[in-house]
């Protein structure tokens, strides 16, 4: 047991940084990538959290685990901080680092007065006196950190993006992907991120031998294949989804749901659903597809009749 945690140390991020700077927006992107996460928690007990005996708290061995702290956490002091995470460093089963969050004083004054909340350390002063205080009291650890990101300049999304491309050890995991059907006759579908609109295309709702079947069957399949707009339709769909989801990706969109529509969600919407679904399942991606409304009954009155 003790060469394995040797070959595998548990991997500790300790996260801090002045109040404001996107302690709470770094640590949910941690959870996003997969660490556990914990916030305010005093770092005195951190030796307790890292027992490994038998009966005691044992962390799930390789989970890597980020750990969130500052100043209004119990107990916390920098020096005794850096002195008790250096003694644990020297254990060959922990692999531990320091992050440090910080950001401008005019950045951080704007935010306070954005949000409309009081710095823990301003008392009754203004919040500019709040976070010269609490600067130096936080300059031993900014000093002592592995790693500091200042976020003065950073949107949420830019500090997602910086945390991932700094901690992640691969590359931006795969969005869950859903490729969808359905019919504008019974409502649009609630969760879709991209919709496209199949109307334009030849009604086989319109043939009698083709109206009892589905997109999915063949006959279908030509008659739509047949119509002048549906090749270079579905080429320019195609790769604009090929573009546009290894970004979504990149910045950590968990789910991506594109929906294809016609009036009663049978022909044209299943057929190019199934058809996108498969060429993304050559182009590498894994697509779950549904069709919603497959086996709904044929609705002749939101049709209209045939110019």
């Not at 140390?9 to 996107?22: D, E, K, N, Y």
């Not at 749901?257 to 996108?276: D, L, P, W």
Request: glycine residues 8%; hydrophobic residues 40%; proline residues 6%.
């Amino acid at each position: 047991m003790v060469a394995e945690s040797q070959e595998s140390p548990q991997r500790i991020l300790l996260v801090t940084g002045v109040l404001g700077a996107g302690k709470t927006t770094a640590l949910r992107t941690f959870e996003d990538m997969g660490w556990e996460a914990i916030d305010n928690f005093p770092i005195r007990l951190l030796d307790r959290l890292l027992e490994t005996e038998p009966g005691s708290a044992r962390l799930e061995a390789g989970a890597p685990l980020a750990i969130g702290f500052d100043t209004r956490t119990r107990g916390f002091d920098p020096l005794t901080t850096i002195e008790r995470v250096n003694k644990l460093a020297g254990r060959p089963d922990l692999a531990i680092s320091t992050l440090f969050l910080d950001c401008g004083g005019a950045e951080l004054e704007r935010r306070f007065n954005e949000t409309r909340r009081r710095h823990p350390m301003s008392a009754d002063k203004p919040a500019v006196a709040g976070i010269s205080a609490e600067r130096e009291l936080l300059d031993p650890l900014r000093r002592w950190a592995d790693v500091v990101i200042s976020t003065t300049h950073f949107t949420t999304n830019d500090l997602q993006q910086a945390i991932r491309a700094q901690f992640g050890d691969e590359a931006p995991g795969r969005a869950t992907l859903t490729v969808s059907s359905f019919g504008f006759s019974r409502g649009m579908p609630p969760l879709a991120d991209l919709v496209f609109d199949m109307r334009f295309l030849a009604n086989p709702h319109w043939v009698d031998e083709l109206r009892p079947l589905t997109g999915r069957d063949a006959p279908v399949g030509e008659y739509i294949r047949q119509d002048p707009a549906f090749e270079e339709a579905f080429v320019r769909i195609r790769d604009l989804l090929l573009l546009v989801l290894p970004r979504f990706e990149a910045q950590g969109k968990a789910y991506v749901n594109v929906a294809f529509g016609c009036t009663g969600g049978k022909h044209r919407s299943v057929y190019m659903a199934e058809q996108i679904a498969s060429a993304l399942r050559g182009a590498g991606f894994s697509p779950t597809l549904l069709h919603r409304n497959l086996a709904s009954r044929t609705a002749d009155h939101v049709e209209g009749a045939q110019v």
